[in-house]
C-alpha cells in the first residue's frame, strides 16, 4: 500500500496567494542593494505576476487564446 498523501484546504485564493507572494518578493528586493541576487528576486517578482495574469486570463469567461 502506498503513502497517504496529506491534504490541506487553502483557504485563500490562487491569485491572491500570488500576489501576496510577489509583494513580499518585492519589498525583500528593495531592501537589497543592486546586484544579481536583487535581480533574482524581480526575476521570480515577474514571474508571479505573470502566473496572476495567466490565472485571470484562464478564469475569465469568454476569453479566447490569445494568438501566438
Same mark, same amino acid.
Given at each position: 500500500m502506498g503513502k497517504k #498523501? +496529506? #491534504?490541506f484546504k487553502q483557504?485563500?485564493?490562487?491569485?491572491? +496567494?500570488?500576489?501576496?507572494?510577489?509583494?513580499?518578493?518585492?519589498e525583500e528586493a528593495r531592501s537589497l542593494p543592486a546586484?544579481?541576487? #536583487?535581480d533574482e528576486l524581480l526575476k521570480r517578482v515577474r514571474g508571479a505576476e505573470t502566473a496572476?495574469?495567466?490565472d485571470?486570463?484562464?478564469?475569465?469567461?469568454?476569453q479566447?487564446?490569445?494568438i501566438l
Amino acid at each position: 500500500m502506498g503513502k497517504k #498523501r +496529506r #491534504r490541506f484546504k487553502q483557504i485563500t485564493p490562487f491569485r491572491e +496567494r500570488l500576489n501576496d507572494f510577489a509583494k513580499d518578493l518585492h519589498e525583500e528586493a528593495r531592501s537589497l542593494p543592486a546586484g544579481p541576487d #536583487r535581480d533574482e528576486l524581480l526575476k521570480r517578482v515577474r514571474g508571479a505576476e505573470t502566473a496572476v495574469l495567466w490565472d485571470e486570463w484562464l478564469s475569465a469567461p469568454g476569453q479566447t487564446p490569445p494568438i501566438l
